[in-house]
């Protein structure tokens, strides 16, 4: 299973202007952040002061994540990047160093 580190942002353009529709739809994608949450979709979930962006971890696949968070948009723009452990990082770096020796 892959582990995915996840910026996001609101697209402003699809933001109403209406404080109210703001704080309605604010409300409706943070329940599903929630539910995310609960169902271990996602494994942690931030929002930056700004009150525009933030991060979020998951774990998975790339297809079921890119599945998942289409319902998200066009409101949160994301821009995902796989992620690996300190142990994965290790165990690249001796590959690396092994295959260099090799040569």
């Known amino acids: 299973m892959s582990k ?6 609101k697209n ?10 703001q704080a309605k739809l ?3 994608l ?4 929630r539910a995310d949450l609960k169902a271990g979709m996602f494994n942690d ?3 930056c002061c700004d009150a525009g962006s933030g991060y979020c971890i998951a774990e998975g696949d790339e297809v ?3 599945s998942h968070i289409l319902k998200y948009q066009p409101f949160i723009i994301f821009s995902i990047k ?3 452990t300190v142990d994965q990082t290790i165990e ?5 160093v092994a295959a260099a020796k090799g040569k």
Do not use: C, D
Request: a neutral charge; charged letters at 10%.
């Open 4 to 9: 995915f580190y996840i910026k996001w942002w």
């Open 45 to 47: 979930w931030g929002a």
């Open 26 to 28: 604010w409300m409706t």
């Open 82 to 84: 796989p992620v690996l």
């Open 92 to 96: 690249s770096i001796n590959r690396a």
């Open 30 to 33: 943070l329940a599903w952040v």
């Open 12 to 21: 402003q353009h699809t933001i109403p202007t209406n404080p109210e529709e």
């Open 64 to 66: 079921s994540l890119q």
